[in-house]
């Protein structure tokens, strides 16, 4: 059994390593875990990962049932107005970058911290 976790990445895309990895290993049974599906003209991890059952159904999970079972906690919106322009805005303290999502810009001339996931 081949588990491919996060298999939006690359596996469903004929030009990847992961997927010639998964056709030369094509007899055995295929797991692909995600909660991003890939679906492009040229990618599909829906037909890759479904097209060898009859039924073409993937296991589905919702946010809403995940908070309903408690294993992730109820979640608020909140929206804080700044008088700041943002297509204008410049950093002046070093942003907080963990895998291209800005986190966190903390200055202390300005009276708040703007935070992006």
Known sequence: MIIVDECYRDSADLD??????LEYFGSATQLGLTATLKETEDVSNISYFCAQT?????????????IEDGFLAPYRVISVELNIDKDEYRPRCPLLLIKGAVLCAINPTIRSCSCFL
């Open 16 to 21: 990847s390593n992961w997927h010639e990895i």
């Open 54 to 66: 009859d039924d073409k159904s993937l296991y589905t999970y919702s946010l809403k049932q995940r």
